[in-house]
């Protein structure tokens, strides 16, 4: 059962005016969230309550759309048919506009984007990472990923190698057995960050040409709920527009997930 996280406009309610009394209240939203992906959404163990980026922009397309929203903590199982039962508004919580969810429900304008890069040796300098640059060159990347499928259609004078889990590519890059490692800026950057991960750097975004289609994440609703959708959509433009996007961004990215 849903557990209810609280109002992010209105948290606090004064003692209203006889007018504020007697004017209409404005429709509550309610965003499912699930509340176990940090830094996007997660539960602060000291304040017990939601916090992370998906939770701080909600509150600034609240504000820009002058509505209340009430937060509901959801379980990942299950998200989307809660949401088609009516028991929330939307979906906030990191759910990437694929063709099989677009059958059962709509999507928002992408509120963010994963990038793809190619990571290596710092002992090579950042520059070309273009499949000719590349050209016999030992890339890693996870098996059955769209990171594989653009390898393999583009970088095909290359030896591509595959891995279950990236952590697995990151250690074979460790120890010279890989040119590179290819894969979302999220997941690189972390062990970029880390104690391991001082041997590398970045070597380049995922180029240009040959395009890669990267992750775009969306705010999920119910396809009859066409008003609600372009509200979302005029909210996210407008954050995007006045520069309350990037603050928050950079409070949890050090890259452009727009």
């Known amino acids: 059962m849903a ?4 109002l992010f406009l209105g948290l606090a309610v004064p003692v209203a005016s006889a007018q504020e009394a007697t004017s209409p209240q404005k429709p509550v939203i309610r965003i499912a969230i699930e509340g176990a992906y940090p830094p996007f959404n997660f539960i602060d163990p000291t304040s017990n309550e939601l916090q992370g980026f998906e939770v701080d922009l909600l509150k600034s397309l609240c504000d820009a ?18 949401l088609i039962r009516s028991e929330y508004d939307a979906i906030m919580s990191s759910l990437e506009i694929t063709e099989k969810r677009q059958k059962r429900i709509a999507f928002t304008d992408p509120y963010y984007r994963i990038p793809a890069v190619f990571i290596g040796s710092k002992e090579i300098k950042p520059g070309e990472v273009t499949p000719q640059a590349l050209t016999g060159k030992k890339i890693g990347t996870t098996e059955r990923s769209d990171h594989e499928t653009y390898l393999k259609a583009f970088y095909r004078d290359s030896e591509i190698v595959l891995y279950a889990k990236a952590e697995e590519a990151n250690l074979d890059l460790l120890v010279g057995r890989l040119d590179a490692v290819f894969g979302d800026e999220l997941l690189l950057s972390k062990f970029l960050e880390s104690r391991e991960g001082e041997c590398c750097h970045v070597l380049g975004d995922a180029p240009a040409e040959p395009a890669y289609r990267r992750e775009a994440y969306g705010i999920g609703l119910r396809k009859e709920d066409e008003d609600l959708r372009a509200r979302f959509n005029r909210a996210i433009a407008q954050v995007k527009a006045d520069g309350t996007y990037d603050r928050i961004r950079a409070k949890y990215f050090s890259f452009d997930i727009k």
């Open 3 to 6: 557990i209810l996280a609280g």
């Open 65 to 82: 759309m002058q509505t209340r929203c009430e937060l509901v903590q959801r379980e990942w199982d299950g998200i989307i048919r809660g």
